[in-house]
């Protein structure tokens, strides 16, 4: 499918779907120049779209939907590169492409890079180059994940006491049943969470498809070593305040299922915002006085979502 484009200006061309069967030997040549450049370790020809006004250069990486994976290999390809060579990795994937295909960067022309190209699985990281007609430069459009994405694969080696079958792990680990399972330990874990003035909760959305549901009113879950504000102690050894002025964490989670080949996958999907514990529990508008923990704590939420896997790996091989 040729996305919508972002020119004000379209330059006329002929109908490119005359031109298909040299496109694609371009294509190849394109793949042939990524190999010798170095960057067909990371990147490769993905597919190539071409209609009547539109011809889209897909790229892929080697290691599709591992989104943690490819934002690291992208942005270390995209700095290794431009220390050596004056044009971006985006200008210089574009303008190659151009060249090989022979087409005016001002026609629909465009070169795009995402995480995975699997039928229903959300794009969570994206590069769409494209050349702008009204500023005259080479334009990239960004999408990048503002979640942390895990991937838990039950087959017959993870069940370490018992042998169990593919078929019998597809058969018992049911989407519904998973779900049930992941949202009561959820439940019970996250509000057993001890901490001063904070009340959990954990509020699911109906989705048929996809577990979904935000726990609300946390404390010390990922910031699991935050110490008590000094002048909140202070407070509270003179009793004027029993305060509690720790960050006020929120998580949302959303959870896939899939049946392979060799058994079930679970894609465990986690954002986090944080705000400032001085408001009182009653300040739950999301939208004001809340950040994204991805900005500037994506350390530590990695390593929440890495133990939160673990324990949910754990729990479905029981």
């Not at 080697?62 to 490819?70: F, K, L, N, Q, W």
């Not at 960004?142 to 042998?163: A, C, G, L, Q």
């Not at 299922?257 to 508008?285: A, D, L, W």
Request: proline share 3%; aromatic share 14%.
């Amino acid at each position: 499918m040729i996305p919508v484009f972002h020119f004000s200006t379209q330059a006329q061309v002929a109908d490119f779907r005359a031109e298909m069967e040299y496109l694609h030997g371009q294509k190849d040549r394109y793949q042939r120049w990524l190999d010798h450049s170095g960057i067909g370790k990371i990147l490769h020809v993905h597919d190539l779209a071409v209609e009547e006004k539109d011809v889209i250069l897909y790229l892929a990486f080697s290691r599709p939907g591992d989104t943690e994976y490819i934002v690291n290999a992208w942005e270390t390809l995209k700095s290794s590169f431009e220390q050596e060579h004056s044009l971006s990795l985006e200008q210089t994937l574009f303008y190659k492409w151009i060249t090989l295909s022979d087409i005016s960067p001002e026609a629909n022309v465009g070169v795009y890079v995402y995480d995975t190209y699997t039928p229903g699985e959300p794009k969570l990281f994206g590069r769409e180059i494209y050349f702008d007609s009204d500023s005259a430069r080479v334009i990239t459009e960004e999408y990048n994940p503002k979640s942390i994405v895990r991937k838990i694969n039950i087959t017959p080696p993870s069940f370490t006491d018992k042998k169990v079958s593919e078929t019998q792990i597809r058969k018992q680990m049911t989407k519904e049943l998973v779900y049930e399972k992941i949202y009561n330990y959820a439940s019970q874990q996250f509000k057993q969470q001890t901490c001063e003035q904070r009340f959990p909760e954990v509020k699911r959305e109906y989705d048929k498809d996809v577990l979904r549901f935000k726990v609300i009113d946390l404390c010390r879950v990922v910031f699991e070593n935050e110490s008590q504000h000094s002048l909140c102690e202070i407070f509270r050894s003179l009793n004027l305040s029993d305060c509690n002025w720790m960050k006020r964490e929120v998580l949302f989670f959303t959870i896939t299922h899939e049946e392979t080949y060799s058994g079930v996958r679970i894609t465990v999907e986690i954002e986090g915002k944080y705000g400032s514990g001085f408001y009182g529990s009653s300040y739950n508008n999301l939208n004001k006085g809340f950040i994204d923990m991805e900005n500037e704590f994506s350390g530590l939420l990695k390593d929440f979502a890495d133990s939160f896997a673990m324990q949910l790996e754990k729990l479905l091989v029981e």
